[in-house]
């Protein structure tokens, strides 16, 4: 199966039924070329010409990135990254044959629910890239950050003054102002996001109450 057709077709879906048809067929490459996926498949007794919607694709379990090396195809890995470790002392590692694929999705992604990421700043409550250059969140969030508007923004992990003096200097100058890590979150579990003024009294309890208040975000529906 050629991967460039495949990596065509992951940024030219526009229905659920593309979704379902390259889901199923990127389900099959990975199958044929993921050896490690391929047993685990097996093992679950699953026939994958009885596989005809994306819904009954085996998933293989996270804790597989700690104990085996999941690589698809013959290329070898250009970068590895690594989980935090936070749930135990063992990490997982994701191994990524394609680093402009993976740029190219998640800058696509963002584009994708919140337009150009040139005019909005972002601020992470993340350590900074050299502090974790392992991390994919934070290597994501730093690459962004180039694209974004630089004027203001960054890493802001333990200065939560600064990180308020800097968003509120940013919103008087009448700039975007994106957290990008509740942004990701929202994005991966198709969650709205409630856009308001913070600085008008009772606009907080309002939205908590679930009052009309703001911009509801929500990403583009097929």
Same mark, same amino acid.
């Given at each position: 199966?050629?991967?460039?057709?495949?990596?065509?077709?992951?940024?030219?879906?526009?229905?659920?039924?593309?979704?379902?048809?390259?889901?199923?067929?990127?389900?099959?490459?990975? @199958?044929?070329?993921? =050896? $490690?996926?391929?047993?685990?498949? #097996?093992?679950?007794? *699953?026939?994958? /010409? !009885?596989?005809?919607?994306?819904?009954?694709?085996?998933?293989?379990?996270?804790?597989? @990135?700690?104990?085996? =090396? $999941?690589?698809?195809?013959?290329? #070898?890995?250009?970068? *590895?990254?690594? /989980? !935090?470790?936070?749930?135990?002392?063992?990490?997982?590692?994701?191994?990524?044959?394609? @680093?402009?694929?993976?740029?190219?999705?998640?800058?696509?992604?963002?584009?994708?629910?919140?337009?150009?990421?040139?005019?909005?700043?972002?601020?992470?409550?993340?350590?900074?890239?050299?502090?974790?250059?392992?991390?994919?969140?934070?290597?994501?969030?730093?690459?962004?950050?180039?694209?974004?508007?630089?004027?203001?923004?960054?890493?802001?992990?333990?200065?939560?003054?600064?990180?308020?003096?800097?968003?509120?200097?940013?919103?008087?100058?009448?700039?975007?102002?994106?957290?990008?890590?509740?942004?990701?979150?929202?994005?991966?579990?198709?969650?709205?996001?409630?856009?308001?003024?913070?600085?008008?009294?009772?606009?907080?309890?309002?939205?908590?109450?679930?009052?009309?208040?703001?911009?509801?975000?929500?990403?583009?529906?097929?």
């Amino acid at each position: 199966m050629d991967t460039e057709t495949l990596r065509r077709r992951i940024f030219s879906i526009k229905t659920a039924t593309d979704f379902n048809a390259l889901a199923l067929d990127i389900f099959h490459y990975q @199958f044929a070329q993921n =050896k $490690v996926y391929r047993q685990f498949v #097996e093992t679950l007794g *699953v026939n994958p /010409s !009885s596989v005809l919607d994306y819904s009954l694709i085996p998933f293989l379990p996270v804790s597989f @990135f700690k104990t085996h =090396k $999941v690589l698809t195809g013959e290329r #070898e890995e250009e970068v *590895v990254f690594e /989980s !935090s470790g936070t749930t135990g002392l063992t990490t997982s590692r994701h191994f990524v044959s394609d @680093f402009g694929l993976y740029e190219e999705s998640f800058t696509r992604g963002l584009r994708l629910f919140y337009g150009d990421i040139a005019q909005y700043c972002i601020f992470a409550l993340l350590p900074s890239y050299l502090e974790r250059q392992n991390s994919s969140l934070v290597h994501m969030v730093e690459r962004l950050m180039w694209k974004s508007n630089r004027s203001f923004g960054g890493f802001y992990l333990d200065e939560m003054g600064k990180l308020s003096a800097t968003i509120t200097e940013a919103i008087s100058k009448g700039l975007g102002v994106m957290d990008l890590t509740a942004f990701t979150l929202c994005m991966e579990n198709n969650m709205p996001i409630v856009v308001f003024n913070i600085t008008k009294p009772g606009n907080i309890m309002r939205a908590a109450r679930g009052e009309k208040i703001g911009t509801i975000v929500r990403g583009r529906q097929s």
